[in-house]
């Protein structure tokens, strides 16, 4: 079994701001205008685009929302906890290989919702896949104020304080 490193090496990721390690592996040519899109994007958008994200047992995925819809696939490693702010409170998601423990091979995460992940068990890794549509563009990523969540989510406090600087 591949160890962290050795997946950061080969894949090539490269940190991401929220947390762990990324790399860009598509992004589709066809693009939508922005009279195609909701009002919530500026600009054209790719329909699609796809990335690695792996996270160590020491990293987080801090919470953060994006405009768009993102799915994600688990890859390799152990399980991952995603966790979801909305307007219902808090999801939390299990990410991973075994279905019989309650894991998903793929979570979907609704656009402009709250979320973070870490995974479960220190020391271990987790590699999955990310595809957003319409397409990620860093001008539709916000990293979440823990004050303002705090606020908004009082009743969160501990995994609030644990996903955000």
């Not at 047992?57 to 696939?73: A, M, N, P, Q, V």
Request: charged share 25%; aromatic share 12%.
């Amino acid at each position: 079994m591949l160890s962290a490193e050795d997946w950061i090496h080969e894949l090539q990721l490269q940190p991401h701001p929220e947390g762990g390690y990324y790399r860009e592996t598509y992004r589709a040519s066809e693009e939508i205008p922005p009279e195609g899109l909701p009002v919530r994007f500026a600009g054209y958008r790719s329909v699609s685009t796809a990335i690695y994200f792996l996270l160590r047992g020491s990293d987080r995925s801090l919470f953060h929302r994006i405009k768009s819809d993102e799915l994600w696939h688990f890859h390799a490693g152990d399980v991952l906890t995603i966790y979801v702010l909305g307007a219902r409170g808090l999801a939390t998601y299990r990410l991973g290989d075994n279905p019989v423990n309650g894991e998903n091979l793929q979570i979907a995460v609704p656009a402009n919702h709250w979320f973070g992940a870490m995974v479960s068990e220190k020391g271990k890794y987790t590699l999955s896949g990310c595809t957003v549509a319409p397409g990620f563009d860093f001008q539709d990523f916000e990293l979440a104020d823990r004050h303002e969540l705090l606020r908004e989510f009082p009743t969160y406090r501990d995994i609030i304080v644990a996903l955000t600087k």
